[in-house]
Antibody
Framework: QVQLQESGPGLVKPSETLSLTCTVS??????????WGWIRQPPGEGLAWIGGVYFSGSTYYNPSLKSRVTLSVDTSKNQFSLRLSSVTAADTAVYYC?????????????WGQGIPVTVSS | QSALTQPRSVSGSPGQSVTISCTGTSSDVGRYNYVSWYHHRPGKAPKMLIY???QRPSGVPDRFSGSKSGNTASLIISGLQAADEGDYYCCSYAGDYKGIFGGGTKVTVL
């Protein structure tokens, strides 16, 4: 079955860059009908869309984060990654990666467990 | 773009039905039949319950159903069970390859 697992540091200093990786198993990141997405949940708040990346490297971002976010794929490792620059305390959240069905539909059918990230000095 | 509007909480007794609404705009919920619903329990991965407004993935009980009217989508949970407790989120396609989530609804089984 499809599984996703986030990895990366749980603590990032303000103004630095947050880097997370999602490892996909049970499916190929080359799947043509799927994007690979990132979502986050700040403490006490709901889910928020960050963006998605296709195996070709095409990326789509939430406009509110676009200037600071970079998504990429590593097809050799079946992984995709998130980089968020110039972080502040407002970026403290649980970060989830997910498989996103796109084209004739739009939904997130498989998610990782989430990784908590705290921005603090 | 603001989050979709969901009630903060709903509750019901075992066996009862509850309905969670998800209100957006003519740019998201009202424009696309791409509304999905997710059940999220603390420390767990969110689980998709409904996609494309009313479609259930295999393995999801038919106690869960979805619908849409205008700019508002709804999730109905019938035959409420203790395992249904948790947070529920709606998500709609909002154009330009992006999605928008609701603020979440906490379901409590009394």
């Amino acid at each position: 079955q499809v599984q996703l697992q986030e990895s990366g540091p749980g603590l990032v200093k303000p103004s630095e860059t947050l880097s997370l990786t999602c490892t996909v198993s049970g499916d190929s990141i080359f799947s043509p009908s799927y994007y690979w997405g990132w979502i986050r949940q700040p403490p006490g708040e709901g889910l928020a869309w960050i963006g998605g990346v296709y195996f070709s490297g095409s990326t789509y971002y939430n406009p509110s984060l676009k200037s600071r976010v970079t998504l990429s794929v590593d097809t050799s490792k079946n992984q995709f990654s998130l980089r968020l620059s110039s972080v502040t305390a407002a970026d403290t959240a649980v970060y989830y990666c997910a498989r996103l069905r796109y084209s004739t539909s739009f939904y997130l059918d498989h998610w990782g467990q989430g990784i908590p990230v705290t921005v603090s000095s | 773009q603001s989050a979709l509007t969901q009630p903060r909480s709903v509750s019901g007794s075992p066996g009862q039905s509850v309905t969670i609404s998800c209100t957006g705009t003519s740019s998201d919920v009202g424009r696309y039949n791409y509304v999905s619903w997710y059940h999220h329990r603390p420390g767990k991965a969110p689980k998709m319950l409904i996609y494309d407004v009313s479609q259930r993935p295999s393995g999801v009980p038919d106690r869960f159903s979805g619908s849409k009217s205008g700019n508002t989508a709804s999730l109905i949970i019938s035959g409420l069970q203790a395992a249904d407790e948790g947070d529920y989120y709606c998500c709609s396609y909002a154009g330009d390859y992006k999605g928008i989530f609701g603020g979440g609804t906490k379901v409590t089984v009394l």
